[in-house]
């Protein structure tokens, strides 16, 4: 006998740990939905905005079953912030590796962070909003930031100080691509017009001729007609 597939909600709605073998894989596969429907509904709704109804409404899910995987929505949020700190980290680690010069290594930083966001649900950026974290968290997610932007900021001055970067403010430089990469998270969607790819390598060469040294080359009309969808 076939078995049924669960039911949606809006279409949404992901098999809670449908095809996995092991107890520890089923735990993995579950939390990784948790946090991806979590995150989705933290950005359209905000942390203060989505109640636990909302994500077991979602999940299909009793309060009792959430709680084993979370102690609560507080809690749910850190390992997102978590999650999104470690995808940053490693978009810093690979650009830097990847550039020869400063302008490289921060173009390659903007095209990886991009690249993860738009590929996952978990590993994007969540405004820290008052009272959301315990005091510790919130200290701790601060540190985890501050420190990843020093990281950018670095690349930034050393592509002024190479040449590859068009003198300017490394704090305000900063401040601007951050602002600008975070956003994206709040109007792409999967599935869309634009694939990942193209909205990584786009956002890289947009940002990057706001940056770049000498004369500036021109931006492509189309996305979607200028880069590979993968």
Not at 78 to 95: C, D, F, P, W
Request: aromatic share 8%; charged share 25%; hydrophobic share 35%.
């Amino acid at each position: 006998m076939s078995k049924t597939q669960p039911k949606t909600t809006n279409g949404r709605r992901r098999s809670w740990g449908g095809g996995v073998q092991t107890l520890e894989e089923q735990r993995e596969a579950r939390e990784k939905i948790l946090l991806e429907t979590a995150a989705r509904l933290f950005n359209r709704y905000g942390f203060h905005g989505t109640s636990m109804s909302m994500l077991t409404e979602e999940l299909g899910l009793t309060k009792g079953a959430l709680y084993h995987y979370v102690k609560d929505k507080g809690d749910l949020l850190y390992k997102i912030h978590l999650k999104s700190a470690e995808a940053t980290s490693n978009a810093v680690r690979t650009g830097v590796q990847e550039g020869t010069n400063g302008f490289e290594r921060v173009r390659a930083i903007v095209r990886n962070y991009l690249a993860s966001v738009t590929q996952s649900q978990i590993e994007t950026f969540l405004y820290l909003e008052d009272g959301a974290l315990s005091e510790q968290q919130a200290i701790e997610v601060r540190a985890l930031r501050k420190r990843l932007e020093h990281s950018l900021r670095e690349q930034v001055q050393e592509g002024i100080d190479d040449g590859s970067i068009a003198p300017c403010d490394p704090a305000l430089t900063t401040f601007a691509l951050i602002g600008a990469m975070a956003w994206v998270s709040k109007w792409y969607r999967r599935g869309g017009a634009w694939s990942s790819n193209q909205i990584a390598e786009g956002m890289a060469d947009l940002l990057g001729r706001m940056l770049k040294a000498g004369d500036a080359a021109s931006l492509p009309e189309s996305i979607g007609a200028s880069y590979p969808v993968e």
